[in-house]
């Protein structure tokens, strides 16, 4: 006969704080556009690189390469500020797999999952040449945000992390990882890399 047993689950303390943060570099941006998609999806159909060159329209290229919201404003996806943070997290002394399952940004667009960015996009004239796959060069045609800001909503488990180790987390990834294009973690470059200008604790309803 079977027997019955009470489980009592134990209850997360799930804290929620807004850090501010602003650019010590500025930010490139490149969003594959669902014709660059498409593009790749047919090359490897096909094989081989295509006979036919369509002319280009760069300043289209540098607009797909935004990520909007529906409502228009442009942001980052939040995914990536994760990202930077849990590589930040490694850094302060902390164990990287905890912590990706410590602590979530919340996006302000829940249908793309982005952050928004606070600032005016322009085209990214420095850093249009790049080197692809096979070594030749191309020209990718992307935005770049010279001044900008976000404030990042960060929810947590406080049993396992404190709003320090937070706060030094967001610190050493904007310091020493960055975001978006060309960031210190992936390249010798230095773009996409922030700092905190204000921290606010959000009080449970």
């Not at 700092?195 to 309803?205: D, G, L, Q, R, S």
Request: a positive charge; charged letters at 30%.
């Amino acid at each position: 006969m079977a027997t019955k047993k009470t489980i009592e689950l134990k209850s997360f303390d799930i804290q929620t704080i807004q850090v501010e943060i602003e650019s010590i570099s500025p930010l490139i941006v490149h969003r594959f556009s669902e014709k660059t998609e498409k593009m790749m999806e047919d090359k490897q159909r096909m094989g081989a690189k295509s006979s036919k060159h369509e002319l280009r329209n760069p300043e289209q290229e540098c607009e797909d390469a935004k990520h909007k919201s529906p409502q228009g404003w442009e942001g980052f996806p939040a995914a990536g500020f994760k990202a930077a943070m849990t590589r930040g997290a490694k850094m302060t002394g902390l164990v990287m797999k905890d912590t990706q399952t410590s602590l979530f940004v919340v996006a302000d667009c829940p249908e793309k999952q982005l952050v928004r960015i606070v600032g005016e996009s322009e085209m990214d004239h420095d850093n249009n040449h790049v080197r692809v796959g096979n070594g030749s060069a191309d020209l990718r045609y992307r935005p770049v945000y010279k001044k900008w800001g976000a404030t990042l909503t960060i929810e947590y488990n406080a049993g396992m992390v404190s709003i320090d180790q937070i706060c030094q987390m967001v610190s050493a990834a904007g310091y020493g990882c960055g975001i978006g294009e060309m960031r210190p973690e992936k390249t010798k470059f230095s773009y996409g890399r922030f700092k905190i200008k204000n921290v606010t604790a959000i009080e449970k309803e």
